[in-house]
C-alpha cells in the first residue's frame, strides 16, 4: 500500500513563530506537492519538487518556503507565520508525468 | 480564473436519489482525475479518465470524459449516506518549463441524508 504521511495532524502556532511542516512518502516518488485547502477556493498549490533539492513555485508562494533534502520528504516552512495562513495543508506525491497524486491526511494548521 | 469550473458546489440529497457533478473547462486535458475527500482526510482518487469519451464505471458511479477532452461527469445512482463527502476533480497542465502542474476545481460538497 502506498503511502504519503504528514508529521501532525492538528497544529496551533502563535504569529510570528517560524513554522515546519514534513511529508514523508515512501513510494519512491520524484513528484511531491504542497497545497492548501480552504473552504470555498479548493485545493491550491504552493511549491513543488520534481527532485532532490529542485523546487518550484507553485500559484500561491508567498510566505511560504520549502525544502527537499531527500528524495522522500519534502518540508513546507512558513519563516512567520500570520493568521492569514490559517488553514488545512495537504502533501501530496506522485510518479513522474500527468499522473494521479497520492495524498497526505493533512495538517489543520491554527496560527494565533 | 478558475482553469477547472466545478458544479455544483454543494448538493444535499436524501438516500436513494441520483445526482450528476460537473467539471467544465476551455482547455483540452490529456486526462482528468476524480477524487473524494471525506472530513479531516487527504483526497483519495477514485478514477483517471484518458480518452476522449470515454465512460468508466465504479459501482454505483459513472464517470464520462467529454468528447473534445474539455469536460467530465460524475453520476452517482442511488445515492446512499456512505457517499458523503467532497468531490474533487483534477487535470495536468504543463508549464513553459516542462513542468506538469496538478490543478483542482473548487469541490462538489455532497451530503446524503438516510
Known amino acids: 500500500d502506498v503511502k504519503v504521511t504528514q508529521s501532525s495532524r492538528y497544529l496551533v502556532k502563535r504569529t510570528g513563530e517560524k513554522v515546519f511542516l514534513e511529508c514523508v512518502q515512501d513510494m519512491d516518488h520524484e513528484n511531491m506537492f504542497w497545497y492548501r485547502q480552504d473552504p470555498g477556493l479548493g485545493l491550491r498549490l504552493i511549491y513543488f519538487s520534481y527532485d532532490v533539492k529542485m523546487k518550484e513555485k507553485g500559484d500561491i508562494p508567498e510566505g511560504y518556503s520549502v525544502s527537499r533534502e531527500k528524495k522522500e520528504r519534502f518540508s513546507l516552512i512558513l519563516e512567520s507565520a500570520s493568521t492569514n495562513q490559517t488553514s488545512m495543508y495537504l502533501c501530496?506525491?506522485?510518479?513522474?508525468?500527468?499522473?494521479?497524486?497520492?495524498f497526505g491526511p493533512g495538517t489543520r494548521l491554527t496560527v494565533t | 480564473t478558475q482553469l477547472l469550473e466545478q458544479s455544483p458546489q454543494f448538493l444535499s440529497i436524501q438516500e436513494g436519489e441520483n445526482l450528476t457533478v460537473y467539471c467544465n473547462s476551455s482547455s483540452v486535458f490529456s486526462s482528468l482525475q476524480w477524487y473524494r475527500q471525506e472530513p479531516g482526510e487527504g483526497p483519495v482518487l477514485l478514477v483517471t479518465?484518458?480518452?476522449?469519451?470515454e465512460v468508466k464505471k465504479l459501482k454505483r458511479l459513472t464517470f464520462q470524459f467529454g468528447d473534445a477532452r474539455k469536460d467530465s461527469s460524475l453520476h452517482i445512482t442511488a445515492a446512499q449516506p456512505g457517499d458523503t463527502g467532497l468531490y474533487l476533480c483534477?487535470?495536468?497542465?504543463?508549464?513553459?518549463?516542462?513542468?506538469?502542474?496538478?490543478?483542482f476545481g473548487r469541490g462538489t460538497s455532497l451530503i446524503v441524508h438516510p
Open positions: 483534477a487535470a495536468t497542465r504543463l508549464t513553459s518549463g516542462g513542468s506538469y502542474i496538478p490543478t
Open positions: 501530496a506525491s506522485r510518479p513522474p508525468g500527468p499522473n494521479e497524486q497520492y
Open positions: 479518465v484518458v480518452t476522449g469519451g
